[in-house]
């Protein structure tokens, strides 16, 4: 569901900056005393893979492999042909990846991945987006729904027109593979960043946590900053990604009972936890439920949470309430229990 628009990184990640003398010594026990790092495009953003002790082409490869299978709007990916087609006989990871979104629909109903023929109808993020009649909204409702998904093994049916969408969750699943490649490799410490989803893996060299920061959506800058150990990151909001019409602006994120961009009264959710397909999916049901839905949200002690609403208020699980810094003022955080 998240577009197909080049935008700037949602989220930001960078290692702290040391003089040359004090890296030998917080470096001291690494096989490598420095990163290297490769970018590359793929999954419709910017893919920047800073690694130690391990090559970050390879990273960047799976991802670049990854992105051609899953990408809707390539017609020859595996994704594009079994829209086309109805069925197909899929990989290994693209089937590994519907399973799993599945899964987490069938828990989390707000995100389905079969929305395809609804946000090809608005084609928000695309050259030529407009607002689609009544009808054609109600006919592409009508395809729409995880129970129209059947998987056996490998081989994928589509029932009554059903068309996949991964863009809530592809950049998650690359992550999730990326951090297997990297415990392959035994590297020491990665930075995976893929504009709206990151994965921070491992310990850095200075000994110190991470520092993530998160996108003001109100304006330029950060509206706050928050540490973390090895984890996966994903903002999701529909303050980058739209178009207006007639005066009335239209995000890239989708109602799936309505069949038109979600109307929420939150602006922007951050979910960290250690699985990247979850961080990815759960952030984009998160903010589609609002905050009438967050304390189901927070239950669930395997995620936390950052969710600023319209007022201005910024919901955070308990876990972080002594890690964040905010960067902006007029904002009062909220803990939720």
Request: glycine share 8%; hydrophobic share 35%; proline share 2%.
């Amino acid at each position: 569901m998240k577009g197909r628009k080049t935008v700037p990184l949602i989220i930001s990640l960078a290692l702290l900056v040391f003089a040359a003398g004090a890296l030998v010594m917080f470096l001291k026990g690494y096989k490598n005393t420095e990163a290297e790092e490769k970018t590359i495009f793929a999954m419709d953003t910017s893919c920047t893979a800073k690694v130690w002790g391990a090559d970050p082409k390879i990273i960047c490869d799976e991802i670049t492999s990854l992105s051609d299978k899953l990408d809707c709007h390539n017609e020859q990916s595996e994704i594009s042909k079994l829209n086309f087609n109805g069925s197909a006989e899929l990989s290994d990871e693209t089937a590994d990846l519907i399973r799993q979104s599945k899964k987490l629909t069938e828990k989390y109903p707000e995100t389905d991945i079969s929305i395809g023929a609804v946000t090809k109808l608005w084609n928000v993020t695309g050259n030529s987006p407009s607002v689609p009649s009544e009808d054609a909204i109600n006919i592409a409702l009508q395809t729409c729904g995880i129970e129209k998904i059947k998987l056996s093994g490998n081989s994928c049916t589509l029932e009554s027109g059903a068309q996949l969408d991964l863009g809530a969750v592809a950049k998650g699943y690359a992550l999730d593979k990326a951090k297997q490649t990297l415990e392959e490799k035994e590297a020491e410490c990665a930075v995976i960043s893929m504009g709206s989803s990151s994965l921070l893996y491992g310990k850095k060299p200075d000994g110190e946590d991470f520092s993530v920061a998160v996108k003001d959506p109100d304006g330029d800058g950060n509206l706050l900053k928050f540490t973390t150990q090895e984890c996966f990151v994903s903002t999701s909001g529909g303050y980058e990604r739209f178009f207006e019409s007639d005066g009335k602006k239209y995000i890239h994120i989708f109602d799936k009972t309505t069949g038109r961009p979600v109307e929420t009264d939150l602006v922007s959710v951050t979910v960290i936890c250690s699985g990247g397909l979850k961080s990815d999916q759960l952030s984009t049901s998160i903010f589609i439920g609002g905050t009438k839905k967050l304390t189901q949200y927070f239950s669930d002690k395997n995620i936390k949470i950052i969710a600023v609403d319209t007022q201005g208020n910024i919901h955070i699980s308990k876990e972080l309430e002594n890690k964040i810094t905010l960067e902006k003022s007029g904002h009062t955080i909220i803990v939720e229990k």
